[in-house]
T-cell receptor, first 111, second 114 residues
């Protein structure tokens, strides 16, 4: 059972525009959410996170929004840059640190 | 600043062969993890070690064994490889057990089982 779902396998955006990546989860015990970024032939690297007690967290061009009632989170990248082209994984964890990942969304930012 | 180092980067096995994937971290982290990545499935946890001397099963442990050799090293063993174990394997670590600390990943091992 996939407890964390990223329903869009890919997303293409023009440079300078906003990229919005979405993630849904089913387990109400998840209380911490993370986004990781992965380039080809590399391991995922941490990008940004949010605790369930917040509904928004911002770090430079990256903002994560959490809607607990809808069990939905999103990552906004503004403005998008060609170097942002990568696979983005959404992850969620509960108190026991069992971190579950979505299938990933491949973002392509076109110059 | 090596971080998490995995070896080998690539491996081809025949069905039934055994092999061990090695992982070492130099960040003095307590917890270490093994994930596999398959198309359309994301990263799935195979085994983890919350602290030196302990190991626990994750989401997909069947067909694997692990050893936490010391605080730095955490190995994953396939005793009798099967084609279903063809995947990309990632080792990861973080500072504290039972927290929501972010993971630091190695660069992965691409394994093909023929």
């Amino acid at each position: 059972d996939q407890q964390v779902k990223q329903n869009s396998p890919s997303l293409s955006v023009q440079e300078g525009r906003i990229s919005i990546l979405n993630c849904d989860y089913t387990n109400s015990m998840f209380d911490y959410f993370l986004w990781y970024k992965k380039y080809p032939a590399e391991g995922p690297t941490f990008l940004i996170s949010i605790s369930s007690i917040k509904d928004k967290n911002e770090d430079g061009r990256f903002t994560v929004f959490l809607n607990k009632s809808a069990k939905h989170l999103s990552l906004h990248i503004v403005p998008s840059q060609p170097g942002d082209s990568a696979v983005y994984f959404c992850a969620a964890s509960a108190y026991n640190n069992d971190m579950r990942f979505g299938a990933g969304t491949r973002l392509t930012v076109k110059p | 600043n090596a971080g998490v180092t995995q070896t080998p980067k690539f491996q081809v096995l025949k069905t039934g062969q055994s092999m061990t994937l090695q992982c070492a971290q130099d960040m003095n982290h307590n917890s270490m993890y093994w994930y596999r990545q398959d198309p359309g499935m994301g990263l799935r946890l195979i085994y983890y070690s919350a602290s030196e001397g302990t190991t626990d099963k994750g989401e997909v442990p069947n067909g694997y064994n692990v050893s936490r050799l010391n605080k730095r090293e955490f190995s994953l063993r396939l005793e009798s490889a099967a084609p279903s174990q063809t995947s990309v394997y990632f080792c990861a670590s973080n500072a504290l057990p039972a927290t929501n600390e972010k993971l630091f990943f190695g660069s992965g091992t691409q394994l093909s089982v023929l």
